[in-house]
């Protein structure tokens, strides 16, 4: 099974602050990762799929990079509504393995 | 539009069988891999089963093995998970939710609203 570890397992940050989440994968997944936000009492909502390509109706400042074992999902300029859980997502073999998450809060 | 709507969900005693199921629009459902994702409550997300696109090939996650069945109906457009001895640690939000796939250019995943489902005496 591939495992997906993320860091950090939560962040403080700021309104207008640049946030970085690493998404690192046990073994190589191509480009099969997505990145998924969480607010409380709410299903997940895809941001970034195939590593890079953002979800249509998300805002521009989400954007993800790498490819292999080593993914990135930045916020350029972190907005209120901005603030939940974040999770990364392997869909390059089964079982299809989630990261447990990084927690993005007020600082 | 995409739209996954699942159903199904509901109260369940220890031991007792439900079946989701996740009606798909908007897609050629029959091109597209499909999962079974599920979220305990406070908990983070759980993969809990995969289907091919034709149906041919399954897999399940340890903690469903033997219990849980997935399947699916292409001339229906719809996705099932049919849960027996159910436990408490069962009970969480289910997803339906289609994969990430490449033809040629990359099609996103899509997920469905959740089910509840509850496993309490």
């Known amino acids: 099974d591939i495992q997906m570890t993320q860091s950090p397992s939560s962040l403080s940050a700021s309104v207008g602050d640049r946030v970085t989440i690493t998404c690192r994968a046990s073994?190589?997944?191509?480009?099969?990762l997505n990145w998924y936000q969480q607010k409380p009492g709410k299903g997940p909502k895809l941001l970034i799929y195939?590593?890079?390509s953002l979800q249509s109706g998300v805002p521009s400042r989400f954007s993800g990079s790498g490819s292999g074992t080593d993914f990135t999902l930045t916020i350029s300029s972190l907005q209120p509504e901005d603030f939940a859980t974040y999770y990364c997502?392997?869909?390059?073999?089964?079982?299809?393995?989630f990261g447990p998450g990084t927690k993005v809060d007020i600082k | 539009e995409v739209q996954l709507v699942e159903s199904g969900g509901g109260l369940v005693q220890p031991g007792g069988s439900l079946r989701l199921s996740c009606a798909a629009s908007?897609?050629?459902?029959?091109?597209?891999?499909m999962n079974w994702v599920r979220q305990a409550p406070g908990k983070g997300l759980e993969w809990v089963s995969y289907?091919?696109?034709?149906?041919?090939?399954?897999y399940y996650a340890d903690s469903v093995q033997g219990r849980f069945t997935i399947s699916r109906d292409n001339a229906k457009n719809s996705l099932y998970l049919q849960m027996n001895s159910l436990r408490a640690e069962d009970t969480a939000v289910y997803y339906c939710?289609?994969?990430?796939?490449?033809?040629?250019?990359?099609?996103?995943?899509?997920w469905g609203q959740g089910t509840l489902v509850t496993v309490s005496s």
């Open positions: 939710a289609r994969d990430l796939r490449y033809n040629y250019v990359w099609q996103p995943p899509h």
């Open positions: 908007g897609f050629t459902f029959s091109n597209y891999e």
């Open positions: 289907i091919s696109s034709g149906g041919g090939t399954i």
């Open positions: 073994q190589s997944i191509s480009s099969y």
């Open positions: 195939a590593a890079s």
């Open positions: 997502q392997q869909s390059s073999s089964t079982p299809r393995t």
